[in-house]
């Protein structure tokens, strides 16, 4: 009895296996938008707490926008994390309008200049494959420290963050609850690229069959 190999279904499950499958686990390796900013923002806050001078930190310390930003939830969170892990205590929001809590000693003031995620680029690794998105994350904080009213230490901390993740995940790398997560991908128009090469084809061939005819 004669066996058949399916050649052709083989090919289709092996396609499935290296262009389809490797996808599934994107959401759990690509951080969102959300995320990535605050990583940056964690590089930011770090690096702002260590510039600071010697001594010059006391608990408790006050921790204060100095104007009004869609993120700042976040930026107060992230520098609230960093001042805690260093052992000081943190007065913010609502807890600085209480009677009962102790007094500040130390006041840190912050501003966001830049907070913001962009997308320059997408492509594909492979071909057949997915399309993958350039992606970067800029941040630039203005600290100030005050002590006694008095301004100790100021200055503009800034940095970015590039990586990529798959086209087909944007939806999920953006947050509809706040529009700092979301950016502007702009397609390439395929079809200015592919009308040169169709009319290319098209007068090569026209002039083979002309010049064909002819012989």
């Not at 994390?81 to 209480?98: H, Y």
Request: net charge negative; with cysteine; aromatic share 10%.
């Amino acid at each position: 009895m004669r066996v058949i190999c399916p050649w052709g279904f083989l090919i289709q499950v092996l396609s499935l296996c290296l262009f389809v499958l490797p996808a599934f686990g994107v959401q759990k390796t690509v951080p969102s938008n959300l995320e990535l900013l605050r990583e940056a923002l964690s590089q930011v806050a770090e690096e702002a707490i260590e510039s600071c001078p010697p001594g010059s930190l006391l608990s408790p310390v006050s921790l204060s926008a100095e104007d009004e930003n869609e993120a700042n939830w976040l930026v107060e969170s992230v520098f609230t994390e960093e001042l805690t892990e260093r052992g000081l205590g943190v007065l913010s929001g609502q807890q600085l309008k209480e009677e009962q809590v102790p007094l500040p000693k130390t006041e840190l003031f912050y501003k966001i200049l830049q907070l913001q995620i962009s997308y320059s680029s997408h492509r594909r690794h492979r071909l057949p494959g997915t399309k993958w998105v350039s992606r970067l994350a800029q941040v630039k904080i203005a600290v100030q420290l005050a002590s006694a009213g008095k301004v100790v230490w100021l200055d503009d901390i800034d940095t970015f963050i590039e990586d990529e993740f798959p086209r087909k995940s944007l939806s999920w790398m953006e947050d509809d609850s706040y529009s700092f997560t979301k950016a502007e991908l702009k397609e390439r128009n395929w079809n200015k690229l592919l009308e040169p090469a169709i009319v290319s084809a098209v007068v090569g061939g026209l002039v083979y069959l002309f010049y064909s005819s002819r012989q």
